[in-house]
């Protein structure tokens, strides 16, 4: 074992070294961008395995009404891929779906997908990974790239009756497009980003919506104007246009936003909040209706919401926001603590997602036998978000500890890939052949990233799924300009090789 190794003469000539075979694990935003990214590193053997039966993973999943990304499309978009086309400033979900499958084609990414093959089990055995799926294939592959996404897994809530409803039940993320709305009285469970997009879509639609509440949401307003065809056209024909507004927006988010977000003394933060707070009266007109939606945490303490219309259409006639507390669901509709039974047709849980899933229920077995799921006991961490000890030549995109919120996860996946490539050009030529965090690595980075999350907002008292088993919050806690500059390039003293 080293973790500074010379250069291998042997090994560098060693042909599975020079062309090592990868799996790549997802086509979803970060799949489809591995699969590019080893394609211009000039690596041609790899597979894209994809459960499902086309790409798009989140995209694909998430298809209720008003869904859109919240960060502006511009910036949530491949760097090499900017797209002039973009109808808004946030780009509707379909559009977004759409793009990807786009790119996908131009850069032959389809092709090098295996539809409806789940891998079930990933062991490293005798210095390569075996890749088992679900229909009991094999597979062998040098490396694995796990692009398994974070949001994934629907958090389905454990209220008493939801099996005896009479009318349709379904997550956010599992939309039932057969089952129709018009006229009908719809529930939504949960006021997270998608409850409020699906809400402000659905409320003129529908007979009655009822909001159940659990917890208020601080909501910043939004603007999401069109882009005129002229505007497109100005795209198309000075693509550097469109590369000054992406890098603009990347700084405007990172400098006002992504960097204040982990100092909870930032004045900046009061300057959001004091926005919600103004937002929130200045929207909603009946007091008892306003005091009802004002949180009792700071701004940005749960993942900030941003809506142009949501206060509008909670304030339709036929809207209404319940926070007295579900007591149960029964054969009619939701029964609230308070006795009241709220009659629906329809039932959306809006509830999230099991956050602290990852790769899981993949099975991962490391070097000597080191399971995953015993490694995350406790909960799940990886070496700057990429790589866990013990298992070798195993790297993870928007792994646990990574950036989240409100940000572009397409940034970050491309500025993972940068770093896991110089692993893997360390591999490449043969300067080792597996290459992991080191525990004392990855203990120093837990250490640090842990006192870390304490002084970030998230830690100011609310709940929100960036909180982990431990009580602190997960994502990483220090400002986007660290994480850029750790992607930069590997500190290879902090690695295991062998
Ligand atoms: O899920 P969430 P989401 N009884 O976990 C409530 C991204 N995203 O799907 O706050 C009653 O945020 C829960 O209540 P509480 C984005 O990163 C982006 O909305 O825990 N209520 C909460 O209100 C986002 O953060 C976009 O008290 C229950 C809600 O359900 C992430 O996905 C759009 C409950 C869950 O909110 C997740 O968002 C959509 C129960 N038993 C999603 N259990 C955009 O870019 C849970 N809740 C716009």
Redo the contacts with the bound molecule.
Sequence with gaps: MDTETEPDVNRAEDPARKQPRFVVIGAGMSGILSAIELQKAGFDDFVVYEKADTLGGTWRENTYPGI????PSHFYSYSFELNPDWSHRFAPGAEIQAYFEGVAHRYGVVERIRFGTEVARCAFEEGRWRIETAAGESDAADFVIAATGV?HHP?I???EGLDVFEGAVFH?ARWDHEVPLEGRRVGV???????I?IVSALVDRVARLTL?Q??AQWITPMDNPAYTEQEKAEFREHPEAMETLRADTARAFTEGFANVLVDAESPVLDGIHATCVANLESSVKDPELREKLRPDYRATCK?LILSEDFYDAIQRPNARLVNEG?ERVEAKGVRTRDGELHELDVLVL????RVDRFVRPMEVIGRDGAALDAIWQDGPFAYLATSVPDLPNFFMLQGPNGP??NFSLIDVAELQLTYILQLVERVRSGGCREISASWPAMERFEAERREAAKKTVWASGC?S?YIGADGLPTAWPWTYDRFREEMQRPRLEDFETR
Excluded: K
């Design positions: 859109a990304c919240d960060v949001l958090a809530p454990q209220i956010s469970v949960g006021t997270g980003s998608s409850a997009q159940f659990r917890t993942r579900i809006a509830t999230g997602f989240v919120g709940r799924w």
